[in-house]
């Protein structure tokens, strides 16, 4: 007997960075409710699917009641009744209904919050973990941990030019041990970081401090790692987040040493390549350039030339870059797309072609799991998490530990 959705209620609140989301609650004909919530980015792309906001004076213009007014009143009529199993139609109804290429007129937000939450029904009407019932018999890989660890960029205090400052984490035997190193690793660098600069600002759990440049960021976490004794198993990450930095008129970049022109920065990027363990470059040129995407990933073929903005977690996006072999690895956020069918969709595009898949989070999150799962059920290679001091940043890190538990455990 198949379980149909019944009732379905959204209500505004408010995400890690005080923000109003949405968040969708369901009932189905067995009696089950669950709920899921949204997540938003600060740093977005222009393809990603719209969010909606109210304007005016609540919240400084960002409110959902339009969102959820969208859910309660348009999108929940459309999905009652429907097999709350069927992922690809219900989500296939929430598009037709907004009618738009990126979700603008009911917006991202109130989709992608039925979206989540019919997953989450299927996936307890059917008696599976959320993992399993997205990804399959196949989804047993637990991602590398990935965390930002120093803040810079266009969204911060610190002064650094690029976004995010990251420890890439490999080698381990287990995703436990992945998880201790980093938490010792991000307490001892705020321990340094204290004695040389006094009170440091922090930005969504990662350090802000006043550091003279990139190089100075890579010695300290570096410094920090041969410490903590897994200077072996650690590498380091950026993500430029380069349309921040990008000067359209000039068409050059704005760094601390003036304009620098695309060939100057690659220039740059191998020069660190070469000075520091740095595995991982996300958003290396803004989101139409790729020309020089493509020319950064044919001269550091061993490294993870990775697109974020460059992608939107969009097939039509990422099939551009595979056949103009622009990046190897794509950064999956399922808010950028708007539904889960069609993150999964783009994923098992990025598998096909050999790309490997980054699952990252927002700064804008909530205390909802969902994404932690998502990482294991597309077998991502790694997951950026944020540091592992903020909740809603630590229950995803909780929930990969329980995951990574059920997968030992289970029978073969």
Not at 101 to 113: C, Y
Not at 254 to 267: D, F, P, Q, T, Y
């Amino acid at each position: 007997m198949s379980v149909k959705i019944e009732q379905i209620y959204a209500r505004e609140i408010l995400n890690s960075r005080g923000k109003p989301t949405v968040e969708v609650e369901m009932t189905c004909t067995n009696g089950l409710t669950v709920a899921a919530s949204v997540p938003s980015g600060t740093s977005t792309g222009k393809y990603e699917a719209l969010e909606i906001y109210d304007g005016g004076s609540r919240y400084h213009g960002k409110g959902t009641r339009k969102a959820v007014e969208n859910v309660n009143q348009i999108l929940a009529p459309a999905v009652i009744g429907m097999d709350v199993t069927d992922q690809r139609k219900i989500d296939r109804r929430l598009i037709e209904l907004d009618g738009t290429k990126q979700k603008s007129r009911l917006g991202g937000n109130a989709i992608l919050g039925v979206s989540l939450v019919a997953a989450r029904a299927g996936a307890l009407a059917l008696g599976l973990p959320l993992y399993r019932y997205l990804g399959g018999l196949s989804a047993t890989r637990l991602p590398n941990v990935m965390s930002t660890v120093i803040s810079g960029g266009a969204f911060s205090p610190s002064g650094l030019e690029f976004e995010d400052y990251l420890y890439v984490l490999d080698g381990f035997s287990s995703f436990h041990d992945q998880v201790e190193a980093i938490s010792d690793m991000r307490a001892l660098l705020q321990k340094r970081c204290a004695e040389k600069y006094g009170v440091v600002a922090e930005d969504g759990g990662a350090l802000a401090p006043p550091m003279s440049s990139t190089e100075e960021a890579f010695e300290t976490m570096l410094s920090v790692a041969r410490q903590v004794g897994c200077e072996k198993h650690v590498f380091l990450g950026l993500d430029v987040a380069a349309n921040e930095l990008f000067d359209a008129q000039k068409s050059c970049y704005n760094m601390k040493s003036g304009c620098m022109e695309a060939e100057r920065l690659i220039e740059y990027y191998q020069q660190l390549c070469r000075n520091y363990p740095l595995l991982y470059i996300e958003d290396a040129f803004h989101e139409d350039d790729w020309l020089h995407f493509s020319q950064l990933t044919s001269l550091l073929p061993e490294k993870q030339i990775v697109g974020d903005d460059l992608f939107e977690t969009n097939d039509e996006r990422l099939k551009m870059g595979i056949e103009k072999k622009a990046a190897k690895t794509l950064l999956l956020k399922v808010n950028q797309i708007g539904t889960v069918s069609e993150a999964l969709k783009t994923a098992a595009m990025a598998k096909n072609n050999r790309f490997e898949i980054t699952a990252s989070l927002r700064s804008g999150e909530t205390n909802d799991t969902f994404q932690a799962d998502l990482a294991v059920a597309v077998g991502a290679k790694q997951m950026k998490l944020g540091s592992p001091v903020l909740g809603e940043r630590n229950g995803k890190y909780n929930r990969l530990m329980r995951i990574e538990d059920d997968l030992m455990s289970a029978v073969i």
